[in-house]
Structure formats: C-alpha cells, structure tokens
C-alpha cells in the first residue's frame, strides 16, 4: 500500500472514529432517564428480529463478549424492559424477548433520537448522506467477515 493509500486509510478511519464517539454522546444525552446505549441498541435489535435471540446471538451481533452482555441483559431484565426464560429444547441456555415495557421504553428512546440525528442529516445534506451509506456499508460489511 502506498504512502497516499496509507494516509487516505488513516484519515478515513479517525473520521469514521471520531463521528462514532460524537454520535454516541449526542445520542446517549437524550435518551430517557436510565437508558444507555447498550440498553437502547439491544431493544432495538429485539424489536427489529420480533423473536427471542440467546445471550450468546446477541453478544456475537454485537461484538460483545458473553459477560459483557450477560451484565448488560441483567441491567434490563431489572428494568423489566426484557424477558429472560429457560430454553425448552436446553435447559442450559435461555432466550431472551422484548417486554411490551422495553418496546415502550425504545419506542421512547427512538422519538427522543430521531430528531437528532435529523438534524444533522439536515446539517450535512441529504443528498451527502445518500451518497455516503453504500460506502459505509461496504466498510461494515468488510469489517465484520470473519479473518
């Protein structure tokens, strides 16, 4: 890779990690009270699937490890936002489902969101954004094949 190349990759990714860390913040910062990111992005996930995932699917959707989305889990369970049962086929799994308390808490969330990030999309230009989402696609995509 040359020198160009090099700089060009560089530039891209402090970009990209730099929109990430503001995104979150601006995002985090009207949430409702008590939500975190983590909380909001696994709701939304359960919400979009509309069927129960295993803790072990949602850490690998999310690239967490198992504790890490064990503590997380737990912190909604209490909030009575999920349902955590047995898995009937094997009792050493369980399954996990959005509670109609957690679809209002991230339906909450997402009205509290949305304006935001309109905002900036009207900020920047729709157009720009239009132009923007195959090639931050493609990134994903690339980034989440496995080595």
């Keep these: 890779m040359s020198d160009t190349s090099n700089n060009l990759a560089v530039s891209l990714f402090s970009e990209i990690l730099v929109v990430d860390q503001l995104a979150r913040a601006n995002v ?13 992005s696994v709701l939304n996930h359960l919400a979009h699937a509309g069927t129960e995932r295993s803790p072990a699917q949602l850490a690998k ?3 967490l490890t ?15 936002w999920i349902h955590v049962r047995p898995d009937w086929d094997d009792a050493r799994r369980k399954m996990v489902a959005i509670s109609p308390a957690g679809l209002a808490a991230r339906n909450a969330a997402l009205a509290a969101i949305a304006p935001v990030i309109a905002d900036v999309v009207t900020k920047v230009g729709e157009e720009q954004v239009r132009t923007a989402l195959p090639v931050l696609r493609a990134m994903r995509r690339k980034l989440s094949e496995e080595p």
């Design 28 to 40: 985090a910062r009207v949430l409702p009270k008590g939500m975190e990111l983590s909380h909001f």
């Design 66 to 80: 198992r504790g890490a989305m064990t503590n997380t889990l737990r912190k909604l369970e209490w909030a009575g």
């Design 61 to 63: 959707t999310f690239h």
